[in-house]
T-cell receptor
Framework: AQKVTQAQTEISVVEKEDVTLDCVYE???????LFWYKQPPSGELVFLIR??????QNEISGRYSWNFQKSTSSFNFTITASQVVDSAVYFC???????????FGKGTMLLVS | GAVVSQHPSRVICKSGTSVKIECRSL??????MFWYRQFPKKSLMLMAT?????????EQGVEKDKFLINHASLTLSTLTVTSAHPEDSSFYIC???????????FGPGTRLTVT
């Protein structure tokens, strides 16, 4: 069975602070995909990133960066210099293939004030 | 990029009535679509996999007769909540994978309130 754990339920930061959202996953598959989605108050899920299990290279996109560590089964997400518009619920998700269903973590609500 | 739409975006209905939610892939064909349910401040839970031309596959604990799914065409899947009750009030989201891509495209969601 697959499982995604986002231990942080809610995080509050002040604008311009850096913040890291944790994600730990469990799977028996050797090939899998990890995702991060942003869900603003409107409810629509916004795709942020996809990473496959064979690519452990960290990625940076603007103020966003992701740290994938297979050794610890973690896929953490860092927002640098946070802004109020970053306030949302962030979900980490896992799938065993690109076409299969996603197993979501419980989400982390980020409040930037 | 690929777009998935849902209709309606919000619906309020009375207990005992049925509500149909549509999920459309606007610029690509989707032989498979997924239906998720999200309670307030909770995660998304997969309800069922909608398959074009065949029966939907339901997750454990999801009532097939209550949540009717029909994948009428390669661009349309519908979820009908039959004999709705207040506990069915939730945010329903569909998604569709784009063939040849590892990305799933999510609809904007439908907020159902049963009074």
């Amino acid at each position: 069975a697959q499982k995604v754990t986002q231990a942080q339920t809610e995080i509050s930061v002040v604008e311009k602070e850096d913040v890291t959202l944790d994600c730990v996953y469990e799977t028996r598959d050797t090939t899998y995909y990890l995702f991060w989605y942003k869900q603003p108050p409107s409810g629509e899920l916004v795709f942020l990133i996809r990473r496959n299990s064979f690519d452990e290279q960290n990625e940076i996109s603007g103020r966003y960066s992701w740290n994938f560590q297979k050794s610890t089964s973690s896929f953490n997400f860092t927002i640098t210099a946070s802004q109020v518009v970053d306030s949302a619920v962030y979900f980490c998700a896992l799938s065993s293939s690109g076409y299969s269903t996603l197993t979501f973590g419980k989400g982390t609500m980020l409040l930037v004030s | 990029g690929a777009v998935v739409s849902q209709h309606p975006s919000r619906v309020i209905c009375k207990s005992g009535t049925s509500v149909k939610i549509e999920c459309r892939s606007l610029d690509f064909q989707a032989t498979t679509m997924f239906w998720y349910r999200q309670f307030p401040k909770k995660s998304l839970m997969l309800m069922a996999t909608s398959n074009e031309g065949s029966k939907a596959t339901y997750e454990q604990g999801v009532e097939k007769d209550k949540f009717l799914i029909n994948h009428a065409s390669l661009t349309l899947s519908t979820l009908t909540v039959t004999s709705a009750h207040p506990e069915d009030s939730s945010f329903y989201i569909c998604s569709a994978p784009l063939s040849g891509s590892y990305e799933q495209y999510f609809g904007p969601g439908t907020r159902l309130t049963v009074t």
